[in-house]
Every structure is written in C-alpha cells, then in structure tokens.
C-alpha cells in the first residue's frame, strides 16, 4: 500500500495534483488507516496512470471521466482519435518551429533558401548593404506576388545557376557595376563575360531554362528587372547584355 506522496512520485504528479482528481470524482478517497493516512493499492496506481496519461494528451476532464468508465473497445477507438490529434499538433508545433527558426534567419521568413544563400553570399562578398536590401526587397515583392511561377522557375533554373560559383562571380562584378560610369570600359568586360558563361551554360544538361521565356510571365520578370534600372551601369549592362546575345544567336523576346 501507498501513502499519497508515494503515489504521487510513483505516477509522476504532485500531492495536490492526486487530491484535485479526487476532488473532480477522476480517483476515489481511499480508507484511511488507523494513523489517519491514506492508503491506496495497485488499483488506483493504474487508474490515477491513466487520468495522468489521458489528462497530458489535452483530453478534457470531463471526456477523461467518461473514457475511464468505457469499455475496452470504446476506449481504444478514442485512443486512436487521441492519438491523431497528438499527430496534428505535433505536426503543427513542428511548423511553429520551424517558423520561429525563419524569423531568427530573417530574410528566410519570406524567401526560399537559394535566394537567401545568394543575398548572403553578396553581403559576405561585401557588396553594399542598400544595394543587398534593394536586391532583396525586389524579391520579397515578386515572391510574394508570383510564388508558384518563382518556385517552378528556381527548381528548373535557380537550383543549379544560383548555385554556381561563375553565375555567383558575376553577381558580385555586376553589383559592383552599380557605381561604374555607363561608359567604364568594365562594363563592357562584364557584359562579354556574362554573355560568354549565358551561351556556354546554354547546352548544360543541367539547366533548363531559355533567355526568351524567362518566368513566362512578363509582370513578374518586370518587378525583377526593375531593380537594375535606378542605376546607368547597370541600365548599360543589360543593353550590353541583351546585344551581346543578339549576336550571338540569342533573341531577347520579352517585353
């Protein structure tokens, strides 16, 4: 036999815990012995169990009522209820989670993780930070408005040339570009260079992507380039780029 502190540690509870269920009729007062204490057997250990149990998964006091006193075949089909519903809000805990680790990555709350890698690799590579945080906003507005095109487009596109150590090479040149003079002989250079990686990726087994079709979607495609515009080296790259392809063989389509 037991006294209630016993039974507490045993189940796991607290003395006022035991005392609460006999309170809520969950575990009957127990005889008491010639010293005035009480005294519980083997039954009560299994049923204080099963109200600890029941009562841990979220069930309602008064549904842990009804569920000691079913029968065996009730009880196990509320089970399985239980148990699913623990599966749900494990699966959404895991979510919350998952978002609080978002909003401490900052910028990966509201965009995938390869667009996230390349803005770091830009800050990490020194590029200014209002340059990044125009860069970023751009694509925080275009993924917020066209995110099934966007994950369609990087899975196919970005997931290999967002990755790629040249593509990344002359993000940095091009970013750098941003204070160049339209005429700075640079620009010139990174636009060969950029045309030259463009053509010689065009027949990678790898990336499937065309210059002409982009997002399909010319709204989309115009938040992202639009970008670039506020800047005339940048301006003058592009053009440079977009002719440079012209020439060889690569017509730029969208509009």
Known sequence: MLRIGELASYVGVTTRTVRFYHQQGLLDEPQRNTSGYRL???EAVLRLSRVVALASAGVPLARVHELLDASQQSLDLALIEIDTGLRNRIERLEEDRDRLQRLRAGDALVLPDVI???IEYLREAGI???VVDHYRDAWVLTYAVYRPKLDSWLQDFGGVTLRDPG????MVRSFRAAELDPDDPKIQQLADDTVEWMVNTWDSDA???SFERGLDDSAANALLEAQWADRPGWVRVSELI???LQDRGVEHSRE
């Open 40 to 42: 519980y057997g083997g």
């Open 116 to 118: 996230v890698g390349l």
């Open 128 to 130: 200014d930070s209002e």
């Open 167 to 170: 593509y990344l090479a002359l």
């Open 207 to 209: 990336l499937e992507w």
């Open 242 to 244: 977009v002719q440079g």
